[in-house]
């Protein structure tokens, strides 16, 4: 990547350096990373990295307001509606805008969360001003026409349909549910055949209206483009969008734990999963807890679930856990496999491990090597292509994190002490977890 190409004056307000580690082959260990804060005279704003090592443009953008915006009883239609921005818009019917996004070699790809709706695009430089009118239209002037919903319509039913007979995808919803209750959280974000067959063209076009707004849009750009051009692009893309959206209030929750699930199915092995509280990004306690869960659980082949688990009893081939930070509610989840007739054992070492580390907390030696692997990794998974560093810097905007996050995670990492793993690791880890059996019923266990 071209990073020290000079910078027009004038085109960033707020410029954010940060190191950026290469793979060993590459010649130099370290280079800088300017990302620029672009904003239009209409107030649309933006991330930058101008990278010109190859002639493409990656813009990725987010639409606060996912899943949790679905209306009571058309759940599933904030997806829906986000199918169908790319089967047709303007004057084009979906054929006539799938062939001109194929003429300009550009690839978009939408995805729904629950608290936002994504789009990615990618294009040969050459053909940005081109893909940008195509992408304009989608987010502007869907279309919305009955052929197309029906269609994709049917098409989300079969997929749903066919989950319903995989008890790992069942699984899902029914933990979605039971922790979080009637929360827009515990609904699935397809929806159900019954929601998603209740919802109409003009539901489709309120959502749209409701969602898509300028002041609820986070934009980051990566590529061959500087910070005129893609001003310029910003206001053609999302100008026209109405100021301010009207979104439906989402509450705060919190994981409802001391609980036990169970999913009997005739399996060779059981699923286990275990909430406990969690922190948000916001909580004083946040890097502490992400370290925790690091040595806890969070890294693959070194952790101490890892050892115990895996390594000293080979009671399964993988565990893992980690943080859930969802707009509005937080937890800690521990997630393995294990063969039916050692769910018991299995879970008897977590406990073990669990009441481990909130009695007794880390070793400096656990929490330097943890601090030195979060650190170093980061850039590497983070921003080692230019679809991962748009991802990247759209989320952090997403969770308001502010430009400057990259120096100040740093700081934040760096300033963990054990006394404050110890803190974090009783707050949360001395409550009784959720727990969830999916597969041959525990012997003894009850609901």
């Known amino acids: 990547m071209n990073m020290f190409r000079r910078l027009p004056l004038g085109a960033a307000k707020s410029l954010l350096v940060v190191l950026v580690f290469l793979s060993p082959a590459a010649a130099t260990p370290a280079r800088a990373m300017a990302i620029q804060q672009v904003e239009t005279t209409s107030g649309i704003k933006a991330w930058l990295v101008e990278d010109y090592t190859v002639p493409m443009v990656t813009i990725q953008f987010a639409f606060r307001g996912g899943s949790t915006q679905d209306p009571p009883g058309r759940e599933g239609s904030v997806n829906l509606m986000s199918e169908l921005l790319l089967e047709g818009a303007g004057d084009l019917d979906s054929d006539a805008f799938q062939q001109q996004l194929d003429d300009v070699g550009a690839k978009i790809n939408l995805w729904v969360g629950l ?32 052929a197309p919903m029906d269609r994709v319509r049917a098409k989300i ?4 349909t066919a989950e319903a007979k995989d008890p790992l995808a069942v699984s899902g919803d029914v933990w979605m549910k039971a922790i979080y209750g009637d929360h827009p959280y515990s609904r699935p974000v397809q929806g159900s055949p019954e929601s998603l067959a209740a919802a109409t063209t003009s539901d489709l076009k309120a959502l749209h209206n409701r969602v898509f707004a300028r002041s609820n849009l986070v934009i980051a750009a990566t590529g061959a483009i500087d910070a005129d051009a893609l001003k310029s692009a910003m206001d053609q893309i999302f100008g026209r969008l109405p100021a301010e959206p009207s979104l439906m209030p989402v509450s705060e929750t919190a994981p409802k734990l001391a609980q036990f699930i169970s999913l009997p199915y005739d399996l060779p092995q059981n699923k286990l999963l275990l909430a406990y509280p969690g922190v948000s990004r916001k909580d004083p306690q946040f890097f502490a807890a992400y370290l925790m869960n690091h040595i806890l659980g969070g890294e693959s082949f070194t952790s101490r679930l890892w050892n115990e688990v895996r390594e000293k009893r080979g009671l399964t081939y993988g565990i893992q856990s980690h943080a859930e930070n969802y707009d509005h509610a937080s937890a800690f989840v521990i997630n393995t496999a294990t063969r039916a007739d050692r769910a018991g054992e299995t879970l008897s070492v977590i406990d073990t491990e669990i009441k481990r580390m909130a009695d007794e907390g880390v070793t400096e030696e656990e929490l330097e090597m943890a601090k030195r692997t979060r650190l170093g990794g980061y850039a590497i998974h983070n921003f080692n292509s230019s679809n991962a560093t748009a991802n990247t810097l759209v989320d952090i905007q997403l969770k308001n994190l502010g430009i400057d996050f990259l120096d100040e995670r740093q700081r934040l990492i760096e300033a963990v002490t054990v006394e404050d793993i110890s803190s974090v690791a009783k707050r949360l880890l001395s409550a009784k977890p959720a727990l969830m059996i999916v597969g041959p019923p525990l012997e003894g266990k009850k609901g």
């Open 157 to 160: 039913v079969t997929g749903i």
């Open 115 to 146: 608290d936002a709706v994504e789009v990615n695009l990618q294009v040969p430089v050459e053909r940005k001003d081109d893909a940008f009118d195509l992408l304009r239209l989608a987010i502007e002037r869907p279309r919305f026409d009955q």
